[in-house]
């Protein structure tokens, strides 16, 4: 087995979020992928096995295997253009298939993602309360254009947005307890964010779930986001930019695309390097 340790959605060469992506000649069992993600330190290692009509993926993060992880997908579509060529591939997850396209790029392999399908419905009033108080957040410094609700794209998601930069920045929270609460709605990760403009968005992604304090980038997270914007009728670029990492001194850029048809998936590219 080979793990090549790549760093997707990263900014003029720099920052983005480490994956591991390992080419298997079969598929290991859950126990031994989930001691090779710990093992290789990443939120998430995506791993490998050629099929006639694509490749079988799954995704491992140190405690737990998420059924689509966007950033690894971008990480091993750079790995496979750079074995085999640019092109699409095709991607069997657990519970979906989707496309990843390669391309060469200034900085050597970027890649594009399609999402599975996007849906989102209501959060409880009184797990959004506990959400909030576990992060030190108050409602009156939510953004009410932007409703607390889950959303999925592959993975599930809660979307949160602020009404300033200052309160993304400040972000904290209590790791085992929210890590209880997002068991509870099977969320992968916490989407906390901040509309700079109709096509940029800040974000930060806390993933307890997957025992790691904050992701980042998030491309499945990503792509939920875009469904969940298409959903509430959101009036920005249907073409938008995520900041994420910032704030962790890990400049990430990811580039989303959606079309106004529900449900359909998110298309969500960026460059990638590799690690040192």
Known sequence: MEILRLAAFSQNGL????????????????ETMMSIAKEV????TAFLVKQENGWRVRYFAPELEVPFCGHATIA???????????????LILNDNTISVRASKSDLGFSAALRSPSTWTKAAPEEYITRILS?????????????PVRIAGAGATHLIVFVKDRQTLADMRYPFEEVRTMMAEQDLVTISLLWQESDSV?????PFAAGGVY????????????????REIGWKGSKNFTILQG?????????????????????????EVRKME
């Open 15 to 30: 920052g983005g979020n480490p994956a591991g992506v390992a080419f298997c000649d079969e598929m290991p069992s859950a």
């Open 41 to 44: 330190g990443y939120s998430e």
């Open 214 to 229: 904050e992701d980042p980038a998030t491309g499945a997270a990503a792509a939920a986001l875009a469904g969940y914007l």
């Open 201 to 205: 968005i800040h974000s930060r992604n």
């Open 76 to 90: 091993l579509g750079a790995a496979l253009g750079e074995r085999f060529g640019e092109g699409t591939y095709m």
């Open 246 to 270: 910032e704030d962790m001194g890990v400049p990430s850029h990811l580039n989303v695309s959606f079309t106004s048809k529900a449900g359909d998936g998110i298309s969500v590219s960026g």
């Open 134 to 146: 576990a992060f030190q957040l108050k409602r009156e410094q939510l953004d009410e254009r932007f």
